[in-house]
């Protein structure tokens, strides 16, 4: 439940339907976060294990591309985990960087 401008009552005039994430994301629309918060976020999540829920989300914005590495092609990073024994974040920087010109998203 959303309410309009984000101001005044949640009455019936003045709210509307809508995702939590959209809800969420109005108040900063079109803004960026400044570096030392981007920093800040980074240095406390470092090390910690994604959720599950993460985890899941990752592998979402990756479907329907294969993990192109010197030890073959794989279509998830949990196959090439499995195979190489790399972590799968490893995976995904290697691939997502170009590593060594060896790794890659096809």
């Known amino acids: 439940m959303c309410r309009i401008n984000d101001l005044g ?3 019936i005039d003045n709210v ?10 109005l108040p900063h629309k079109g803004q960026s976060r400044p570096k ?3 920093l800040k976020i980074s240095a406390a999540l470092a090390g910690q ?3 599950k829920s993460h985890a899941k ?3 979402a914005s990756k479907l329907g591309k294969k993990y192109l590495t010197p030890f073959g092609v794989f279509d998830t ?8 024994g790399i972590k799968r974040a490893t995976i995904m920087w290697r691939c997502r ?3 060594n010109n ?5």
């Open 9 to 11: 009552a949640y009455c």
């Open 16 to 25: 509307y339907c809508d995702t939590i994430e959209a809800n969420s994301a």
């Open 36 to 38: 030392e918060w981007k």
């Open 49 to 51: 294990p994604k959720s």
């Open 57 to 59: 989300a990752l592998a």
């Open 77 to 84: 990073s949990a196959e090439c985990e499995n195979f190489c």
């Open 97 to 99: 960087n170009n590593f």
């Open 102 to 106: 060896e790794w890659s998203y096809a």
